[in-house]
């Protein structure tokens, strides 16, 4: 057991002494509710099962010496503009940002690109005319809304109190609701509905299914307002960041120190779980009512991912060379493939061309790698579980697009479901989202609490992961709305 800190210039917590809050994961979620726990003057103890902290947000020489790679999140649509990460200063901490000049870039087979750079106008140009109005039409309002759409979305369901709002939601969730399959049809071009198509990916569900296109929005959106930085240096420094925040703030980590029952936790007003509904009910199912015991085991994973970690002796050969400035590629060419690879997966087969989310940090970030180096972070869904080797189809689809690309392949780690739920029990059967993230799961995340999604049957005990409102990616918004649901509780005690 390692005590990474205690709080600064207070007293050290005598032993037995009862904490305001433990908290069971140091992933982002985790350290987002510490954080603002502590930041509220609560005494606050985080348990991390692993060495180190971070969970989905660590880095490690995966391949060679001096490779620096992403273990699990690499890009971060919202590491600088969510909520939570808009409230804590975490450049004191070391913390610096690199902002790709292109956050998405699409290949097709014809040798282009269509690429997602800067504004609405300067991307929709790149669509064609037919196109780049519709585009226009339907990114613009939503970008220049996006700091009083955001709380929202990132969030429990919204129900907004003032009618302007409403109407902005309503608005959004016209386009938003429906499948990616419904959006495309408002773009006519090849161009248009394959980037729509790549974005819409993210939801993780077939495109054919509602809310795969408010995915594509909302990650189309971001890649409009901040440009999908990547921390400098590796992921894992934003996770050593907020650790880093949390322990400045008098808060104490314990790494090492994996729960698997209730009694293992020290004398606490409060217990906020960072894990997955299955692990929640191994260590706390016998505090949790049968109802809500029988919601948690209801709850639906979602698909799991195949990831590769390359190290190349130089960059990517891209045919569109303009794609040796983005940060993110989506490859697997038009909407109709794609679609076709991500409704394969959602019906439990693993496609032949699968849909590929790669992304190229050190491109941007010379300090991950040695000389002329480069490092690629590749990933396919498969269906929750699954044991195939899509190693060949995932790099066949990159040298589709860039021919010669295996040539600079100097070595590869592979990394399976079964890999990633051994790494993090959270992401069960390579679930990497904590849970489908289908339109009745995106808002009864983990259970039908859908006003206050946090707390459980037992008032003491509260979750902050993935699993809960907003879902996946690295925001801390589900540890920020649990840290205050908490706060409520600690209030009345
Ligand atoms: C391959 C991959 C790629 C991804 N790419 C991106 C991306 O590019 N951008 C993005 O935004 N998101 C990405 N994500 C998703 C993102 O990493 C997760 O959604 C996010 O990490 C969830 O945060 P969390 O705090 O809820 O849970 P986690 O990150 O899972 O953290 C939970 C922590 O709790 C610990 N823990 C679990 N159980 C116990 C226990 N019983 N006792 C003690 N400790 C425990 C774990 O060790 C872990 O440290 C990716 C994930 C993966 C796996």
Redesign the pocket.
Known sequence: MNVADVRAGGTRRAAGAVVDAVV???????LAAAICLARAGRSVTV????TTV????RSAELTLPGFIHDH???????GRISPFFRSVELAPHGLAWATPPIAIGHPLDDGSAVVVRGDVAATADGLGERDADAYRRILGPIVQDWDRLMPDLLGPLPLPRRPRQAVRLARFGWYAIPPASWLVRRFAGRRARALVAGAACHSQLALSEAVSAAAALIMLATAHVDGWPLPVGGAGRLAEALAAEFTRLGGTIETG????RFDELPEHRVALF??DPQ?LLG?AGARLSAGYRRALRRFRPGPG?F?LDLALDGPIPWRASELGQAGTVHLGGTFEEIAFAEAETAAGRVPDRPFVLLAQPSLLDRTRVPGSGETVWA?SHVPNGSTADVTEPILRQVERFAPGFRDRILATTVTTPAD?EAY????RGGD???GRMDLWQLFTRPSLRVLDPYTTSDPRILIC??STPPG???HGM?GMLAARSAMRRLLKQ
């Open positions: 069971v994961g140091a992933g982002p979620n985790g348990l991390e099962g692993a971070g969970g989905g947000l699990c999140s690499a890009v971060h649509p919202f120190r994996p729960v698997t960072d894990v692990q260590i991912t990831k990933y990633l993090d029990p959270n992401f990497i989202a904590g992961s993935a996946g990616g690295i589900s």
